[in-house]
Nanobody
Framework: VQLQACGGGLVQAGGSLRLSCAAS????????MSWFRQAPGKEREFIAA????????YYGASVKGRFTISRDNAKDTVYLQMNSLKPEDTAVYYC???????????????????WGQGTQVTVSN
């Protein structure tokens, strides 16, 4: 099981970026596919999660209303559309997946078995 995140970059405040996370292996039986982020000197923070069917999504308070998570099971890819970006959104963004048929909470990083390598997002003033 491997996750490959991409799409990060440098953007001005108020701009948009879309991150992608391509999965290989059996990740798409994972209960949740999610995005976390980690800024320098801070703990890794839950951003968004989507269930396998795509019907349910969950967001962290800091991004709700600005970010949208989605998935394309035909392409084995999860996306994070980030709008109205702020300098405080600057971080390394990681995609993650739970094990198949996992039934716990979606917002704790310790519940995720698989992680991508991270992609840097930098938002300038």
């Amino acid at each position: 099981v491997q996750l490959q995140a991409c799409g990060g970059g440098l953007v001005q405040a108020g701009g948009s970026l879309r991150l992608s996370c391509a999965a290989s292996g059996r990740t798409f039986s994972s209960t949740y596919m999610s995005w976390f982020r980690q800024a320098p000197g801070k703990e890794r923070e839950f951003i968004a999660a989507i269930v396998w069917s795509g019907v349910l999504t969950y967001y962290g308070a800091s991004v709700k209303g600005r970010f949208t998570i989605s998935r394309d099971n035909a392409k084995d890819t999860v996306y994070l559309q980030m709008n109205s970006l702020k300098p405080e959104d600057t971080a390394v963004y990681y995609c993650a997946a739970t094990r198949p048929y996992y039934s716990g909470s979606y917002n704790l990083m310790t519940n995720y078995a698989y992680w991508g390598q991270g992609t840097q997002v930098t938002v300038s003033n």
